[in-house]
C-alpha cells in the first residue's frame, strides 16, 4: 500500500468535544464504506501540536482514474450517504489533495516500517517556482542520507499533484516527542547536514510543520 503511486491527504476539522461521537458515526458508518470500495487506508492521525480538532486521513490509489473510479462509488453508497448525514454538526470543514509519491533510488527497497511509529513530523513546504528539480536533487544528494541516519527512511515523501503544485509534504516517524528532539538535534550537529542548507539556499518559500499522533484504527482495518 504504502508504495502506491497516488496519496489523498484529508483532513477533517471536528466541532470542539466531538471526537468521540464522531468516531462512533464513523466507525459504524463512514468507515465500513470505504473499506469497502477503497481498501485500507495507510493511516489516521490527530494533532499533538498544530492545527487542533483535525483529523488527518491518508488513502493510497494506482492512479488518478482508480482514484476517481472508487470515490465515484463510495459516494453512491447508501451507507456513506447516511454517514455524510449523520456527521452533519460534527463535521465543522473539510479539504482534500492529491498528491503523488516521490520515489527515491537511495532509499526505495531499504526495510522501512516507520509508518507503525507513533508519532510523525508532518512537514509541509512550498517551493519556489521553478526551483523543483532542484529541491528533489538537493534532497536526494544531501537531505536524505543524514536524516536516514539519524531519523531512519521517511513515511514518504508527497508532491501535491491536484491543488498547489509547488507543495511537498514528507512525514518523519518517531516513537515519541523526546524522540524526535534527540534525533533532530543529532541531525543538525551533523558536518554533513550544512551541505544540505547551503545546497537548498533559495529553494523554499514557506515550510510548516505538525507534529500528528497515529490514531488506533479497529483491529480489523
Known amino acids: 500500500m504504502w508504495n502506491k503511486p497516488i496519496v489523498e491527504i484529508r483532513v477533517e476539522e471536528y466541532e470542539r468535544g ?3 461521537q464522531l468516531m462512533t458515526v464513523y466507525h459504524d458508518l463512514g468507515l465500513p464504506a470505504q473499506l469497502r470500495h477503497l481498501g ?10 498544530g ?3 483535525c483529523i488527518t486521513q491518508l488513502w493510497a490509489f494506482d492512479s488518478l482514474a482508480d482514484y476517481e473510479a472508487k470515490q465515484t462509488v463510495l459516494e453512491a453508497d447508501p451507507s ?8 452533519e454538526g460534527l463535521i465543522r470543514y473539510r479539504e482534500n489533495r492529491l ?3 516521490i520515489a527515491f533510488s537511495s532509499i526505495d527497497g531499504q526495510p522501512n516500517t516507520s509508518f507503525k511509529k507513533p508519532v510523525v513530523d508532518f512537514r509541509t513546504y512550498l517551493i519556489h517556482f521553478n526551483k523543483m528539480p532542484t529541491f528533489l536533487q538537493t534532497t536526494e544528494q544531501h537531505a536524505l542520507k ?3 541516519r539519524h ?3 521517511p513515511i514518504g515523501y508527497y508532491q501535491t499533484t491536484v491543488g498547489n503544485l509547488q507543495q511537498i509534504t514528507h512525514i518523519w516517524g518517531y516513537d515519541s516527542m523526546g524522540d524526535m528532539e534527540t534525533r533532530r538535534q543529532a541531525r543538525n550537529a551533523d558536518p554533513e547536514w550544512d551541505n ?3 545546497a537548498s539556499h533559495g529553494i523554499y518559500e514557506r515550510q510548516e510543520t505538525q507534529v500528528l499522533v497515529r490514531l488506533k484504527l479497529p483491529d480489523n482495518v
Do not use: H
Open 51 to 53: 492545527r487542533i480538532n
Open 80 to 87: 456513506w450517504q447516511k454517514y455524510l448525514e449523520a456527521a
Open 196 to 198: 544540505y542548507l547551503r
Open 146 to 148: 543524514v536524516m536516514v
Open 151 to 153: 531519523i531512519g527512511p
Open 40 to 49: 485500507s487506508p495507510l493511516n489516521f492521525y490527530v494533532p499533538n501540536v
Open 18 to 20: 466531538t471526537l468521540a
Open 99 to 101: 498528491t503523488r509519491r
